[in-house]
């Protein structure tokens, strides 16, 4: 939801863009009734049929390099926050830090990534696999720094409250309002200041691409979702626009008020848009 039209933007350019996958998402709700039995409760199937999902996913985005952390189900998906799944012994919220951090090094010696993309410290909105897929990306690139080989920038993945202000007064009188329950944009557990984003990417033109892509992932996005409902009404500029906090590195030149980068790689030695790591907890 977040990356994916970067994605597709930078894979579409020629550069080498790497999706790391911490968990195969067996805790999740199923939207497809016919599917109902995978569930974690039941015959315990959804990672593995998630991970056909996730394939096509890529394959809409022209990712061709997809990897799982550790190899499909070595971490497995937690839950959310304080359910017993996070107590399970595979559990990606309570993987040794070092040892899935190191599993991450092994990548990024190979590829050699310029730019790397994370969840913020919070995982967005408090997901512990998204927390830890921050923690465990950081914590790989201390590492990759003590060889002289870590990326030179890392970003955030980041919504600018301004964005959400401007969702809420859209939506205010809409049926199909995510915001029904919200007063202000510091209510909800996401948003950044305008002021602490660094970089805007603009790839509207691959947004029917993104919406394919979260189309794909049909047992966890229902097609009633407030999503596509929200991508019918704003199309390209909801789904192919996404924003970033800079955490390592040097921002780059940008552009309006506050000097957003329209490139990740902006302000990097390179003649051309390099590797690309990104981590991801779904």
């Given at each position: 939801?977040?990356?994916?039209?970067?994605?597709?933007?930078?894979?579409?350019?020629?550069?080498?863009v790497?999706?790391?996958?911490c968990?195969?998402?067996?805790?999740?709700?199923i939207?497809?009734?016919?599917?109902?039995?995978?569930?974690?409760g039941?015959?315990?199937?959804?990672?593995?049929?998630r991970?056909?999902?996730l394939?096509?996913a890529?394959?809409?985005?022209?990712?061709?390099?997809?990897?799982?952390?550790?190899?499909?189900?070595?971490?497995?998906?937690?839950?959310?926050?304080?359910?017993?799944?996070?107590?399970h012994?595979?559990?990606f919220?309570?993987?040794?830090?070092d040892?899935?951090?190191?599993?991450?090094?092994?990548?990024?010696?190979?590829?050699?990534?310029?730019?790397?993309?994370?969840y913020d410290p919070?995982?967005?909105y408090?997901?512990?696999?998204?927390?830890?897929?921050h923690?465990?990306?950081?914590?790989?690139?201390?590492?990759?720094?003590?060889?002289?080989?870590?990326?030179?920038k890392?970003?955030?993945?980041a919504?600018p409250?301004?964005?959400?202000e401007?969702?809420m007064?859209?939506?205010?009188?809409?049926?199909?309002?995510?915001?029904?329950?919200?007063?202000?944009?510091?209510?909800?557990?996401?948003?950044t200041?305008?002021?602490e984003?660094?970089?805007r990417?603009?790839?509207?033109e691959?947004?029917e691409?993104?919406t394919?892509?979260?189309?794909?992932?049909?047992?966890q996005?229902?097609p009633?979702?407030?999503?596509?409902?929200?991508?019918g009404?704003f199309?390209?500029?909801?789904m192919?626009?996404?924003?970033y906090?800079?955490?390592?590195?040097?921002?780059?030149p940008?552009?309006?008020?506050?000097?957003?980068?329209e490139?990740?790689?902006?302000?990097l030695?390179?003649?051309?848009p390099?590797?690309?790591?990104?981590t991801?907890?779904?």
């Amino acid at each position: 939801m977040g990356t994916g039209a970067t994605m597709a933007h930078y894979a579409a350019a020629g550069a080498h863009v790497t999706l790391i996958t911490c968990t195969l998402g067996e805790e999740g709700e199923i939207h497809r009734p016919e599917l109902a039995g995978l569930a974690a409760g039941a015959a315990d199937q959804l990672g593995g049929y998630r991970i056909a999902e996730l394939e096509e996913a890529c394959r809409r985005l022209g990712v061709t390099d997809h990897r799982f952390l550790g190899g499909a189900g070595r971490y497995r998906d937690s839950g959310m926050m304080g359910t017993p799944q996070n107590d399970h012994p595979r559990a990606f919220w309570g993987a040794d830090l070092d040892a899935a951090a190191t599993e991450l090094l092994e990548v990024i010696r190979e590829i050699r990534p310029q730019v790397a993309v994370t969840y913020d410290p919070n995982g967005f909105y408090g997901h512990p696999d998204h927390i830890q897929a921050h923690r465990v990306l950081m914590r790989a690139v201390e590492l990759a720094d003590a060889e002289g080989i870590a990326p030179t920038k890392v970003y955030w993945t980041a919504v600018p409250r301004s964005v959400l202000e401007a969702g809420m007064r859209e939506f205010r009188d809409s049926s199909d309002n995510p915001f029904a329950d919200v007063e202000k944009p510091e209510d909800l557990p996401f948003g950044t200041a305008d002021h602490e984003i660094a970089a805007r990417l603009d790839g509207h033109e691959f947004a029917e691409e993104k919406t394919a892509a979260l189309r794909a992932h049909a047992t966890q996005i229902p097609p009633t979702s407030w999503l596509f409902a929200i991508a019918g009404n704003f199309g390209a500029e909801f789904m192919g626009v996404e924003y970033y906090q800079l955490a390592r590195g040097v921002k780059g030149p940008g552009v309006g008020p506050h000097g957003w980068e329209e490139d990740l790689f902006a302000g990097l030695d390179i003649e051309a848009p390099a590797p690309q790591l990104e981590t991801a907890a779904s």
